[in-house]
């Protein structure tokens, strides 16, 4: 069983930044494969970012790439989405997810979530 609770969520005016933040509990982090999802209402779940066991292999969703930075601390157990040059298309409700298995785009391929954390983007 891996916990998982994301922070830093806020609202933010349009070109500004935010850093989330995901941390892990009840098993050991850097076994797992990390990454952030986002939803807004009426949308299906949107994937954004993922990291492998290290921050050597990541890989984002094209809406975010040059603005958005995925990483993660596993002395910490804590992964992070730094968030530049906010759009108001970027407001939703980030979630973390975790796979030990798998390392791909698809929310069903992984097996824990936190609860998701509020990113309000106003122009």
């Known amino acids: 069983q891996l916990n998982l609770v994301e922070s830093g969520g806020g609202s933010v005016q349009a070109g500004g930044s935010l850093k989330l933040s995901c941390e892990a509990s009840g098993d050991t982090f850097r076994h797992y494969y990390v990454a952030w999802f986002r939803q807004s209402p009426g949308e299906e779940r949107e994937f954004v970012a993922r990291i492998g066991g290290s921050n050597t292999v990541v890989a984002y969703a094209d809406s975010v790439k040059g603005r958005f930075t995925i990483s993660r601390d596993n002395d910490k157990s804590t992964a992070f989405l730094q968030m530049n040059n906010l759009k108001r298309e970027d407001t939703a409700v980030y979630f973390c997810?975790?796979?030990?298995?798998?390392?791909?785009?698809?929310?069903?391929?992984?097996?824990?979530w936190g609860q998701g954390t509020h990113v309000a983007v106003s122009s």
């Open positions: 997810a975790a796979s030990f298995m798998h390392y791909t785009a698809q929310s069903r391929d992984y097996d824990y």
